[in-house]
């Protein structure tokens, strides 16, 4: 578990606990995307932050009428998960230079209630077998987030992209290189500080 360094006088930020929600973007059993997500709970979970993976395999694929009746429960689950989290971190495979259907499909479901992502602070982070990461996906998974139906504040100038995932993690799920690890600790340095600062915000905005 490490420790994350916060800014200097940001004390009073520090004692305010934080939820985030982690969304595998997949609904594959074997998805190295869940295994960052895991080594990111485990390396960054604390006091002050609590770090829990949510799942989409169970997600139906998405459906307007669906939403005339009663909610499925795995719907209803997702919708928590997000309302109740400060921030979000999704980390998304690539499929042909894209994102996966099932991602797709959850973020569909999360856009008809406007408020879940609205303003929310995400994070993007991703891997895959092929050089790039997920270069493209990511970028795409950027302009989905933008759209009206999210207008998710994503974090920029920090893009983690991890190719050859097959490479990169020990049996104990550790990342095997200290500079990629120290990099995904500087990204993720920078999203809690962006969270700080909107949760410092609404409790202004409160006072």
């Keep these: 578990m490490k420790k994350i360094q916060y800014l200097e006088n940001d004390c009073h930020w520090e004692e305010i606990f934080m939820k985030i929600a982690e969304i595998v973007g997949t609904n594959s059993a074997g998805s190295y995307n869940r295994k960052l997500l895991k080594y990111m709970q485990k390396q960054y979970s604390s006091d002050e932050c609590e ?10 694929l998405f459906n307007v009428s669906l939403l005339s009746g009663d909610l499925p ?3 209803k689950a997702l919708y928590h998960e997000v309302e109740t989290a400060d921030a979000v971190i999704i980390s998304t495979p690539e499929y042909d230079h894209a994102i996966t259907a099932a991602l797709k ?5 999360l856009s008809c209630r406007k408020e879940l992502f609205f303003q929310k602070p995400v994070m993007i982070v991703g891997t895959s077998l092929g050089n790039q990461g997920t270069s ?3 970028d795409s998974l950027r302009q989905i987030l933008n759209s009206p139906g999210l207008c998710a504040d994503v974090l920029s100038g920090h893009e983690f ?9 020990n049996e104990a799920g550790v990342l095997k290189d200290q500079d990629t690890a120290g990099f995904l600790d500087e ?6 500080q962006k969270v700080r600062m909107h949760q410092n915000r609404n409790e202004e905005n409160v006072a």
Excluded: N, Y
């Design 51 to 60: 770090l829990s993976v949510c799942e989409i395999d169970s997600l139906p």
């Design 105 to 109: 499909s959850a973020l569909e479901w």
């Design 161 to 169: 992209l991890l190719g050859h995932c097959q490479e990169q993690f």
């Design 187 to 192: 990204c993720f340095t920078a999203f809690i």
């Design 136 to 138: 493209r996906a990511q």
């Design 73 to 75: 429960q795995a719907v």
